[in-house]
């Protein structure tokens, strides 16, 4: 038998993985045991306000035998026996209240695994355990850990759904679903693409430019209409072979007069 661990605070109990995931019910086991069945004195006893020996809410007794080989569950209690509470199919367990017993099924699966087993010596509990089964018939021995004292009175101070919102692990609360989350994340990231792909398929159009009524049309866009001050090169031809034709007929008709 290997050194069993105690849980000394609500951190040990976290790590510990006893009770979790639902459908187990051994972290509802273990706060109803504590605030119904346990009472702590100042001088650090824990007395039982319950009867474990007459069966009551479905206790019976633990035979503390080899585990398939690997030794005794339980160190040796000096010929104290041992309790065991949590089966859910026994007769006295309807006793338990409903929020212990709302996930069980009635087969022999993870709803039923989880058990708390205590010494008992003259009205004081020596001890305390919680353990599952590792098989049908066996529990499990790297899951069998020992309940401090400082443990207990924290989950007597302790409102159940406090209590159990501290005792989960973490790695136990998935926020959201993982699939949908990666889904909405791909889906986003296909909009962004398109979006991107769209802006560079659709050419970039640059608005028309308006022209000013005030202001004249521009040479250079209108190459086919010449200013009005700018004469044709055949009118300064015409206009000088006039010119000297008069010129011409002014001499003769001087030289004619002399």
């Not at 979790?20 to 045991?33: E, M």
């Not at 159940?160 to 679903?177: I, M, Y």
């Not at 889906?187 to 608005?207: A, K, V």
Request: hydrophobic share 30%; with cysteine.
């Amino acid at each position: 038998m290997s050194r069993i661990k105690t849980l000394n605070d609500m951190a040990d109990l976290q790590r510990s993985g006893f009770g979790q995931p639902s459908p187990r019910h051994g972290l509802k086991l273990l706060y109803w045991f504590v605030n119904n069945c346990v009472e702590v004195t100042q001088q650090n006893r824990m007395l039982s306000l319950c009867s474990p020996s007459t069966g009551d809410f479905g206790f019976r007794i633990f035979h503390n035998r080899d585990e398939g080989g690997k030794g005794h569950l339980l160190p040796d209690s000096s010929n104290l026996p041992y309790y065991e509470l949590g089966n859910l199919s026994a007769s006295g367990a309807k006793s338990l209240p409903e929020y212990v017993r709302e996930k069980y099924t009635g087969f022999q699966d993870k709803s039923n695994t989880d058990r708390i087993i205590i010494s008992l010596e003259s009205g004081t509990f020596r001890s305390i355990y919680v353990t599952r089964h590792e098989t049908r018939s066996n529990f499990d021995p790297s899951h069998t850990f020992c309940v401090g004292r400082k443990l207990v009175r924290t989950i007597k101070n302790l409102q159940r759904e406090d209590f159990l919102r501290a005792a989960k692990r973490r790695g136990n609360v998935r926020p959201r679903c993982d699939t949908k989350l990666h889904a909405e994340q791909s889906d986003r990231n296909h909009l962004l693409q398109g979006s991107s792909r769209s802006q560079l398929l659709t050419p970039h159009r640059t608005p028309a430019l308006s022209t000013p009524s005030h202001q004249p049309y521009s040479q250079d866009l209108h190459p086919h209409t010449a200013p009005r001050h700018r004469l044709h090169p055949h009118k300064h031809t015409r206009t000088l072979s006039g010119f000297c034709f008069i010129l011409l007929f002014l001499l003769t008709a001087a030289v004619l007069l002399c």
